[in-house]
């Protein structure tokens, strides 16, 4: 156990519609990072949160939308969805969020639009 | 552009052999290595580091070779128990923006037959 949780585990939505995404960092980390694993695909980072500001920004579409609480939980917004952004969506949260920060990685959210 | 690249999908290997999972990089600035191991309905979990400052680092079975000229990273698992049985990311750092980001390679799955 990670420390890291996810929630729904499973999502299954029709395309055009929105889902949020849910994410509660280890007790103690200021960094949330947000990932989407396709098929056959490597982690494709999307963004990165910092103490509520967004720090770095990936391969996110625009149609998708993150956020962090003052709480440190976040929330990623997926709008408009499409077949395409069936995936597993992971988020993973670090202590201070450098390159040589170990990021803990949370257990998912598989996600199926049809 | 994957600026990470694990070229082999699989890999399987005997128990109390070595396994050895490579990876290649295009990015000449990313400074910082990192191996994650992925169980199925799990997260990846962190395994191993190397700074680009050095050319190894060791912590077990757990071996991790650089070669900066030939931009090229092994994993080496000495020897592989059947619990190594997962998928191995490689991840690569680089200062982009002020800020550090990771990519991540595709993965390689390791089957370790008793």
């Known amino acids: 156990d990670s420390g890291v949780t996810q929630t729904p585990k499973h999502l299954i939505t029709a395309t055009g519609q929105r889902v949020t995404l849910r994410c509660s960092p280890r007790?103690?980390?200021?960094?949330v990072y947000w990932y989407q694993q396709s098929l056959d695909q490597g982690l494709q980072f999307l963004i990165q949160?910092?103490?509520?500001?967004?720090?770095a920004k990936g391969n996110i579409l625009e149609r998708f939308s993150a956020q962090q609480f003052p709480d440190l939980h976040s929330e990623l917004n997926l709008s408009s969805l499409e077949l395409g952004d069936s995936a597993l969506y992971f988020c993973?949260?670090?202590?201070?969020?450098?390159?040589?920060?170990?990021?803990?990685f949370g257990p998912g959210t598989r996600l199926t639009v049809l | 552009d994957q600026q990470v690249k694990q070229n082999s999908p699989s890999l399987s290997v005997q128990e109390g052999r070595i396994s050895i999972l490579n990876c290649d990089y295009t990015n000449s600035m990313f400074d910082y290595f990192l191996w994650y191991k992925k169980y199925p309905a799990e997260g990846p979990t962190f395994l191993i580091s190397i700074s680009s400052i050095k050319d190894k680092n060791e912590d077990g079975r757990f071996t991790v070779f650089l070669n900066k000229s030939a931009k090229h990273l092994s994993l080496h698992i000495v020897p592989s128990q059947p619990g190594d049985s997962a998928v191995y990311f490689c991840a690569a750092s680089a200062r982009s923006g002020g800020y550090q980001k990771v990519t991540f390679g595709t993965g390689t799955k390791l089957q370790v037959i008793p």
């Open positions: 007790s103690g980390d200021l960094s």
């Open positions: 993973a949260s670090s202590v201070v969020g450098t390159s040589v920060d170990e990021q803990f």
């Open positions: 949160y910092y103490n509520g500001e967004e720090r």
